[in-house]
């Protein structure tokens, strides 16, 4: 498969495609041939060297943020099928054709929704949702300020 790696720290011409092995889903995982990603400011610093992957993601393949299709299942998958439309959030490596990840790191795409929407949507809103619900502790009713709301944890804030 072809992926898109960081080869040392740096600006955008230290990016290139490389051919890497298609990799296999292991128990609870699935294989999504990746047909949209996303650029975030994490995948931003990742490449310039002063954001390091999660020790479970590849190192050089960056990309936080992933929608596709399921085309491989491993052993115990339960939620998801071969075809299913997924995206997710993911430590990196979506920057990729394919990608392997734990069945609960995706929900079904709905319908209507397309691949490139779909791969905007889980960082920022998550992010969001996590400091306004999880961290905030905000509710119904209640009021927030949200600062840059230009961003686009900002955006996901607001439309939250």
Partial sequence: ???????????????AAVDRPRPE?????VRVRVR??????????QRMGAYPAPADAPADIPGLELA??????????????????VFGLVGGGSYA???????????KIPDG?????????????ITAHD????QAGLTAGETV??????SGVGTAAVQL
């Fill in 36 to 45: 949209a990603t996303a650029v975030n400011r994490a995948d931003l610093l």
């Fill in 1 to 15: 498969m072809r992926a898109i790696v960081i080869t040392k720290p740096g600006g955008p011409e230290v990016l």
């Fill in 25 to 29: 889903p292991s128990r609870g995982e």
């Fill in 97 to 107: 054709e394919a990608i392997v990840t734990h069945e609960r790191a995706l929900a």
């Fill in 145 to 150: 300020l949200v600062h840059a709301v230009g």
């Fill in 68 to 85: 596709g299709e399921v085309d491989a299942l491993g052993p115990g998958v339960e939620r998801l099928a071969i075809g299913d439309r």
């Fill in 113 to 125: 929704l397309s691949f490139e929407d779909a791969a905007a949507i889980p960082e920022a809103f």
């Fill in 131 to 134: 400091a306004i619900v999880g």
